[in-house]
């Protein structure tokens, strides 16, 4: 770093640059815009940075090496020149036997890991033939009501040899459940079954509404599914503790920063509150950020998490465990900056924010496909989705060292301040009771609506660019693109294999099942084990997840509980 009298000779250079250099230049010319800020109530950008701007940083206390506390620069003392971060296109396709076909092509195509969209009755807990979920079956990803349908999903896919990552949140315990049985069928140790449940219901409440039950009852089945998996599945991650969806609501970086890891602390301090020990716990703790567009807020963002979870973590819950410390994270990049117009521009929205989150240490990544803003994307975007992450980790160079951005002026400066207005924003939701006050008294709801609000009104007046949409537009009629569509008949064929399935199996042990599963909810066991047996019966996820409405009672929102 600089000493006193270099920082004072840098100072001295900066203001002769801004009369002699700079001032006269945007007096004769002017600038684009008047302020430049990152994003929407977002950090302000100065025109020039300096080693002025982080003379006060202390390399070793919160930059570090990687795989080091405050692991700023990563988790990983190798990071990406070890291993590359895991290829995870998001998939789910109508039926079972259309996922397992999209799955093994993405496999063949060189993804190295899984990633399962479900459609929305099986992410509300609703079979296919359930009243709530016609019109929607398969429609957003795919379709499971039983251990057959998840069979179907996996086959030819050795789950010893492929890691999964499920977004699901409220039935979460019931797919982890088909999951793990379908590994025990295969004949999988239960110990090398390797994947993440999203399973993060609290950022559901605030940004998403795919809830079920009471935010109570819904923390006591996640620390449940702690308990469960940390003697199970060690190597399976028990929970994505996920921003992506707040970014997607209309948020900050900084909010969602802030908004993510509340939603942790509260799902260590429910795990603490039940007995579990934290550093037994925590090293399966798993996060899921979203990537937008500005290459650099991203990459500081990611910094300022790590560097934030690190202390949480010591501070807070007097962890013990460097990997109770580590910040592990999936990114997406940013759904809610596609375009339908001209949507060839999405393949380049998206290599940016790939980059960005390459750039900021991710472990996992989706690319979404340009077709996203439209429908289900197709086979040939996906590939070419795929092919971003492969020429980015293969051809650009920006793998090849670790955490490339550190010791930029406006970098560091930016990670500080991301950090700064991220903890700000926590002791406000320390002062509200923690996340669930924030969210049961709709604070953090009407935070991101105000920014999402804000971002519209400037696309609206065109403050903010959005190349193709309110800029850059053309005259002639966008050409017609084959888009993925879910055949109205798969939804019949998927409701007659449901009642086949009931027809065939023994009721006897599945309504026994049931009732143990019952019994276990009302009382204070550990659900785990008694949802497996239930789904080996032949249980759907529906009748599974009524057991839980009929103990638990169903949340509406605006309610207090």
């Known amino acids: 770093m600089f000493d006193d009298e270099d920082l004072a000779e840098i100072r001295e250079g900066k203001e002769s640059w801004k009369e002699e250099t700079y001032g006269p230049t945007v007096e004769r010319f002017g600038e684009r815009k008047e302020d430049f800020t990152t994003d929407t109530g977002g950090q302000a950008v100065k025109p020039l940075y300096t080693p002025d701007d982080i003379a006060d940083k202390d390399y070793e206390e919160e930059i570090g090496f990687p795989g080091e506390e405050p692991y700023t620069r990563g988790v990983y003392s190798t990071m990406h020149r070890g291993r590359l971060w895991t290829m995870r296109q998001y998939a789910g396709m109508g039926t079972a036997s259309e996922t397992n076909e999209r799955f093994h092509y993405l496999l063949d195509q060189g993804q190295t890991g899984l990633s399962m ?33 998840m069979k179907t999903v996996f086959d030819g896919i050795p789950l010893d040899e ?9 039935p979460a315990s019931v797919l982890l459940a088909l999951y793990i049985a379908v590994g025990d069928e295969q004949g999988v140790d239960r110990e090398e079954l390797r994947g993440t449940i999203q399973n993060d219901i609290l950022k559901e409440y605030a940004a998403r509404n795919t809830y079920i039950y009471p935010p109570e009852s819904s923390m006591r089945l996640i620390t449940d599914i702690f308990e469960f998996c940390a003697e199970e599945t060690p190597k399976f991650n028990t929970i994505s503790i996920s921003g992506y ?30 007995g579990l020990d934290v550093d037994e716990f925590a090293p399966q703790l798993s996060f899921f950020f979203n990537a937008h567009n500005n290459i650099f807020e991203e990459a500081a963002k990611f910094r300022a998490a790590r560097r934030m979870w690190a202390q949480i973590m010591e501070e807070r819950f007097d962890a013990e465990n460097p990997k109770s410390k580590q910040l592990k994270f999936h990114t997406q990049t940013g759904g809610s900056t596609l375009t339908a117009q001209q949507i060839e521009n999405n393949v380049v929205r998206v290599s940016y924010q790939a980059l960005a989150a390459v750039l900021g240490g991710t472990q996992s990544l989706h690319t979404n496909g340009k077709d ?20 980015l980790a293969h051809e650009s160079g920006a793998a090849d060292t670790i955490d490339p951005l550190a010791g930029s002026y406006y970098v560091e400066s930016l990670t500080d301040d991301i950090e700064e207005e991220a903890f700000e924003i926590m002791d406000e939701v320390d002062e509200r009771g923690g996340m669930r006050g924030a969210i049961e008294e709709q604070w953090v709801q009407r935070q991101i609506q105000d920014v999402a609000f804000d971002r519209q009104e400037e696309i609206e007046e065109g403050e903010r660019v959005i190349v193709g949409v309110n800029e850059f537009e053309v005259e002639d009629a966008e050409p017609e693109m084959d888009l993925e569509s879910v055949d109205e008949e798969d939804e019949q ?3 007659e294999q449901l009642e086949e399935l009931r027809e065939r199996r023994d009721d006897d042990a599945v309504e026994a099942a049931l009732d143990d599963l019952a019994a276990a909810a009302e009382g204070e066991e550990n659900v785990m084990p008694y949802i497996v047996d239930a789904v080996k019966a032949k249980a759907t996820v529906g009748e599974v997840c009524n057991v839980f409405r009929d103990v638990f009672g169903e949340y509406q929102q605006g309610v207090s509980v």
């Open 117 to 149: 969209a479900f459609d929305l009755p099986t992410q509300m807990g609703h079979d296919s033939d359930a009243a709530m979920a016609q019109g929607e079956v398969g429609r957003s990803g795919v379709a499971i009501d039983s251990i057959e349908d």
């Open 162 to 170: 492929v890691s999964t990552s499920m977004t699901i949140n409220a």
């Open 245 to 274: 969806h707040i970014r997607e609501a209309g948020s900050t970086a900084a909010q969602e920063v802030a908004f993510t890891l509340g939603n942790g602390i509260e799902y260590v301090e429910a795990a603490i509150d039940a």
């Open 372 to 391: 996203e803003a439209l429908a289900l994307p197709t086979e040939e975007s996906v590939r070419t989705a795929l092919r971003t992450q492969q020429i």
């Open 493 to 495: 064929r998927q409701i």
